[in-house]
């Protein structure tokens, strides 16, 4: 079973409908210890960092563990962001930390129109091969809506630029990540998704 | 680079797709589940539900037509029409819409934009500003455009930005249902006094259509109707026509 992670942070009812479509099956976990010993944990998200805030000290602790034991850890938007060390938009509350690095607002560009939130449709621009973006080209479409980004390092598969360039996809060893949403990015989206079912099915 | 959206939008009436022109008019155009899936098969970008008829007739956004919809695509979906409580949009949302799109109730109490742009976040909460030319101003018109608003639409704009909006769905009363083209002027004029993304909505009759409310009009998006329903023209061929003239567009194979 997978563990999807609901602190509070918007409507996850996308991202449960396509994990259904795929076959997953999955939970949400109500207590920390619940992420214990499960398939892989998926922390979605949209909206403001500050959210996180609920995935407090157990929280952070308890997939901390999971992930130390090779659990795959799958951060959605918000929830990518989540898994570095924290946030320009709540400076006060901590990222779980298993990627360095810090989350900062995107600057925009008023005079060539890139306005701030970055929303639609961007190009997912290949740093690295990776397992998420398996059977995907460099190029790809998919659908973002955010204010704040992930800087670009060797954790980084794939880059996308709206003024700045950020990390898009993120991808170490059993930590992955996406700033877009998959599950609202038709079939490219479907396929990050299947991929990431497909490495969990194998470790299984 | 990010590309310009193309979003349909299903006019739905007891569950099923209408199309009117100027607000009046109404007539059938098919099933709202049938067309999504046509339209996600030729690389629409997202799809919008408004309940037309919801305001007046005092109906709720039908959780079935959007439960009909969301099972066709994984696109995002917006809910409008007679969203007037947290509670409609939490039945919106439940239904399975990822953004709720407010009008008249936005108006009458801004606040129920920064409240729903707590829960659920900035980028789930479009308003929706139906307009229309008065000199040369733009007039706000609210309850499906028959009630002046006395309102300015850059300046609501603005102030809807202000309140937690995440997009602006700018719809031209003088043009709606037309096809002689989206009003450029009105939109480049809210798209440049605001930061969040804008949609232009009303008048699409034609492919340059597109390429002028995106270069003169200043739009991030473009919404419409008509020009898709009755499969004169479709989704894919407008956006390779986008591409062709250096707009980004996304493409499916």
């Given amino acids: 079973m997978i563990a999807l992670v609901d602190y509070g942070a918007g409507n996850l009812t996308s991202v449960r409908k396509a994990f259904s479509t795929l076959g997953a099956r999955f939970f949400t976990p109500t207590t920390p210890g619940e992420c ?25 602790e308890a997939i901390s563990a999971a992930v130390v034991r090779g659990t795959p850890l799958f951060g959605i938007c918000v929830g990518m962001q989540w898994l570095f060390e924290g946030s320009d938009e709540a400076p006060g509350v901590p990222g779980l930390g298993a990627l360095p690095g810090r989350i900062a607002r995107l600057d925009g560009n008023a005079t060539e129109r890139l306005k701030v939130p970055h929303v639609g449709w961007n190009a997912l621009d290949f740093t690295r091969p990776a397992r998420l973006l398996d059977g995907l080209a460099s190029g ?23 003024a700045n360039t950020f990390a898009s996809v993120v991808e170490r060893d059993n930590v992955f990540g996406v700033q877009f949403h998959p599950e609202k990015s038709s079939d490219a989206g479907l396929r990050i998704l299947r991929n990431f079912l497909d490495l969990v099915g194998d470790r299984a | 680079m990010l590309t310009k959206r193309i979003i349909a939008c299903l006019d739905v009436r007891d569950g099923q797709v209408v199309k009117g022109v100027q607000f009046q008019e109404l007539r059938h155009a098919g099933d709202p589940g049938e067309l999504a899936r046509r339209y996600n098969v030729e690389g629409i970008d997202e799809v919008v539900i408004l309940d037309i008829t919801a305001t007046l007739e005092k109906r709720q956004a039908l959780a079935k037509t959007i439960a009909a919809v969301a099972r066709e695509i994984f696109l995002p979906l917006t809910v409008g029409g007679g969203i007037r409580t947290e509670e409609d949009a939490d039945a919106a949302v439940e239904a399975g819409a990822d953004k709720v799109s407010l009008n008249t109730a936005a108006l009458k109490n801004p606040g129920l934009i920064t409240t729903l742009a707590r829960r659920y976040g900035s980028q789930a909460v479009i308003v929706a500003i139906d307009a229309k030319r008065r000199e040369d101003k733009f007039a706000v018109f609210v309850r499906s455009g028959t009630s002046d608003a006395a309102r300015d639409a850059v300046e609501w704009a603005r102030e809807a930005e202000a309140h937690g ?57 473009a919404l419409a109707a008509s020009i898709f329903h009755y499969a004169e023209s479709s989704v894919a061929d407008l956006k390779r026509y986008l591409r062709e003239r250096g707009i980004p567009t996304r493409l499916v194979s």
């Fill in chain 1, 140 to 162: 790809a479409q998919v659908y973002f809506t955010h204010s704040f980004a992930a800087p670009v390092t060797d954790a980084c598969a794939a880059a996308t630029t709206h």
């Fill in chain 1, 36 to 60: 214990a010993d499960v398939a892989a944990i998926v922390v979605p998200g949209v909206g403001h960092f500050g959210a996180t805030a609920a995935l407090d000290a157990p929280w952070r």
């Fill in chain 2, 165 to 221: 909006a995440g997009e602006i769905l700018l719809t031209s009363m003088d043009r709606d249902g037309t096809r002689a083209g989206f009003d450029c002027e009105m939109t480049a004029a809210v798209s440049d006094a605001v930061n969040i993304p804008v949609i232009a909505s009303g008048g699409a009759g034609s492919f340059e259509h597109f390429t002028d409310v995106f270069t003169r009009g200043h739009a991030d998006a």
